[in-house]
């Protein structure tokens, strides 16, 4: 089974951090993306990676910067956190083809404070 | 931009029943795939059902199918019988057709459904 590992469940920041989200993928996929899910937004593209060093903006980028120096390993980067920020955190992966499923985390809600 | 619309904020349905969600999506592309997603309280996100517009076609997975009208742009998820294990928030996305496969998916809200015992 695919397994997509996101390092913490839950995190309790203070306004100003700098906060690293990180998410490993075990199925070698390409793409891996960042989401964010709030309740009545549903879910927004933050960024997204099509391979190692490869990244591009979605539709909620201000705030956040990625990394992705390993195929397997994508990680979120709050350089200021914000309380505007307290939100949950999906990562997700998916193998590059025509229809390809994506498999995600299990989720890292943040709070700011 | 593509736009994914659910309708719902919530629902509810009695245990065995039959139940279907709401979707419309807004797009100029003639190619394109729609999803829904399924995400049980403290779950994982997981796929439910995929629906390719070229095909006519409604996909089905076994309790779970859709009704895909295309000229519409309506993708309504329909869940028969429908079980305690049902309950989730249903998220449908859309995604347009690429030869690399490299485009993302777009969200709607979703909707909260319960299933009552």
């Known amino acids: 089974d695919v397994k997509v590992t996101q390092s913490s469940r839950y995190l309790v920041k203070r306004t100003g951090e700098k906060v690293f989200l990180e998410c490993v993928q075990d199925?070698?996929?390409?793409?891996m993306f960042w989401y964010r899910q709030d309740p009545g937004l549903g879910l927004r593209l933050i960024y997204f990676?099509?391979?190692?060093?490869?990244?591009e903006k979605g539709d909620i980028p201000e705030g956040y910067s990625v990394s992705r120096e390993k195929k397997e390993r994508f990680s979120l980067i709050l350089e200021s956190a914000s309380t505007n920020q307290t939100s949950m955190y999906l990562c997700?992966?998916?193998?590059?083809?025509?229809?390809?499923?994506?498999?995600f985390g299990e989720g890292s809600r943040l709070t700011v404070l | 931009a593509q736009t994914v619309t659910q309708s719902q904020p919530e629902m509810s349905v009695q245990e065995a029943e039959t139940v279907t969600l709401s979707c419309t999506y807004d797009?100029?592309?003639?190619?394109?795939?729609l999803f829904w997603y399924k995400q049980p309280p403290s779950r994982q996100m997981i796929l439910v059902i995929r629906?390719?517009?070229?095909?006519?076609q409604n996909a089905t997975e076994n309790r779970f199918s859709v009704n895909f009208q295309k000229a519409a742009k309506s993708f309504s998820l329909k869940i028969s019988d429908s079980q305690l294990g049902d309950t989730a928030m249903y998220f449908c996305?859309?995604?347009?057709?690429?030869?690399?496969?490299?485009?993302?998916?777009?969200f709607g809200t979703g909707t909260r459904l319960t299933i009552i015992p």
């Open positions: 199925m070698d996929h390409e793409n």
């Open positions: 997700a992966s998916r193998r590059q083809l025509l229809t390809g499923e994506l498999f």
């Open positions: 797009t100029s592309e003639s190619n394109y795939y």
């Open positions: 629906q390719e517009a070229y095909k006519q």
């Open positions: 990676s099509y391979d190692v060093k490869m990244k």
């Open positions: 996305a859309f995604m347009k057709h690429s030869n690399f496969g490299n485009e993302k998916l777009t």
